[in-house]
């Protein structure tokens, strides 16, 4: 199947909440930067769930046709990236996250709409 950058992004942040990823969002960056056309942002409660959420997204990803060209920070689970190329998937560490508070620094960037398929109350649960 061919995607969008769109498209792509949104099927991304789709497998990372079927992963029970946390607060995903996604920014739309193409009118702001060449580096790429949207950010992923997600976190996770644990480094083995960071790990888990980026091994998940490169298997769904590959069935996809879609292989990373880099990953950076898989070691230490603290931040992991992941480059589609027009998509580059982060996957942070809760408290990392919020130590680099990317949304803060793109605040110009839209925001794509995405809705959890997992309430708050039930994702508390997975916790």
């Not at 980026?54 to 990373?68: A, N, S």
């Not at 027009?86 to 995405?114: C, G, K, N, S």
């Not at 997992?118 to 994702?123: F, L, V």
């Amino acid at each position: 199947m061919t995607y969008t950058s769109k498209e792509k992004a949104l099927q991304i942040a789709k497998f990372l909440d079927d992963k029970k990823a946390v607060d995903i969002k996604i920014l739309e960056l193409k009118d702001l930067t060449i580096i790429t056309d949207y950010f992923v942002i997600c976190s996770a409660d644990s480094t083995t769930q960071v790990k888990a959420l980026t091994e998940y997204l490169e298997e769904k990803m590959d069935l996809e046709g879609f292989k990373p060209l880099h990953i950076e920070g898989f070691k230490y689970a603290h931040w992991v990236l992941l480059d589609y190329g027009d998509v580059i998937v982060h996957i942070f560490l809760e408290e990392t996250r919020h130590y680099y508070d990317l949304e803060r620094l793109w605040l110009d960037a839209p925001r794509i709409p995405f809705e959890s398929s997992i309430s708050d109350k039930t994702r508390a649960v997975y916790r």
